[in-house]
Nanobody
Framework: QVQLVESGGGLVQAGGSLRLSCAASGRTSSIYAMGWFRQAPGEEREFVAAISNWSYSTYYADSVKGRFTVSRDNAKNTVYLQMNSLKPEDTAVYYC?????????????????WGQGTQVTVSS
């Protein structure tokens, strides 16, 4: 079992920045990779970014490439999502999740453990 707790969400103006954190506990040695997803009201959950535990390779959705950066601190079992140049369309609940594959994908079905989510609201 793995437990994930996100933090760092909030309200920010367009053009601003936020850093989300995802702290993992439990069987963290079993984690292959971590992903970030987001879900806006009435929308499906969509992939945002991911990072491999082993190679530190990173993956991004086209919509956030160049603005968001995913990173990890293995000593703290924590993954971060630095979000810069935020836009109103980035407004959503953001979730972190553990990938069942060593190379993380964009399909939420490839992730097993999920955090409770943190709200990010970007005002125009």
């Amino acid at each position: 079992q793995v437990q994930l707790v996100e933090s760092g969400g909030g309200l920010v103006q367009a053009g601003g920045s936020l850093r989300l954190s995802c702290a993992a506990s439990g069987r963290t040695s079993s984690i292959y990779a971590m992903g970030w997803f987001r879900q806006a009201p009435g929308e499906e959950r969509e992939f945002v970014a991911a990072i491999s535990n082993w190679s530190y390779s990173t993956y991004y959705a086209d919509s956030v490439k160049g603005r968001f950066t995913v990173s990890r601190d293995n000593a703290k079992n924590t993954v971060y999502l630095q979000m810069n140049s935020l836009k109103p369309e980035d407004t959503a609940v953001y979730y972190c999740a553990t990938s069942v594959h060593m190379v993380p994908g964009i399909d939420p079905r490839g992730y097993d453990y999920w955090g409770q989510g943190t709200q990010v609201t970007v005002s125009s």
